[in-house]
């Protein structure tokens, strides 16, 4: 295998945080004084989405947990949220609009059709 397959499938057999959700969490963190928590990122099924995410910080290590280290940024996955979070980008938005964290996630089906079944 070559460097070059090792960096390519980086991206895709994971979670990812971009530098803004990193330096965001990173200073969360900081903020609270808490150098031994990790982003724990989970999903359940429900939203419009078909699924609905959970984004806190937790300080627990359970078992078959997914962890990724982004710069110093723990990311911890349960292994039953694992598979719907393959290729899943974390992104923080700070504009006039909204402030807060997104996930762009591929493996989420369908969207939002509110109304389309009441006609």
Same mark, same amino acid.
């Given at each position: 295998?070559?460097?070059?397959?090792?960096?390519?499938?980086?991206?895709?057999d994971?979670?990812?945080?971009?530098?803004?959700?990193? %330096?965001?969490? +990173?200073?969360? *963190?900081e903020?609270?004084? #808490?150098?031994?928590?990790?982003?724990?990122?989970?999903?359940?099924p =429900?939203?419009? %989405?078909?699924? +609905?995410?959970? *984004?806190?910080?937790?300080? #627990?290590?359970l078992?078959?947990?997914v962890?990724?280290?982004?710069? =110093?940024?723990?990311?911890?996955?349960?292994?039953?949220?694992?598979?719907?979070?393959?290729?899943?980008?974390?992104?923080?938005?700070?504009?006039?609009e909204k402030?807060g964290?997104?996930?762009?996630?591929?493996?989420?089906?369908g969207?939002?059709?509110?109304?389309d079944?009441?006609?």
């Open positions: 295998m070559t460097a070059e397959t090792t960096s390519t499938s980086a991206a895709t994971g979670i990812l945080l971009t530098d803004a959700a990193a %330096s965001k969490v +990173r200073a969360l *963190l903020a609270e004084g #808490r150098e031994d928590l990790a982003l724990r990122v989970a999903v359940q =429900g939203g419009c %989405s078909g699924l +609905r995410y959970q *984004l806190f910080f937790d300080e #627990r290590a078992d078959g947990d962890t990724k280290d982004f710069d =110093g940024v723990g990311v911890v996955v349960d292994r039953m949220s694992a598979p719907y979070l393959v290729g899943a980008t974390i992104d923080f938005v700070d504009s006039i402030q964290f997104t996930i762009d996630n591929p493996n989420a089906t969207s939002c059709a509110c109304g079944s009441f006609h």
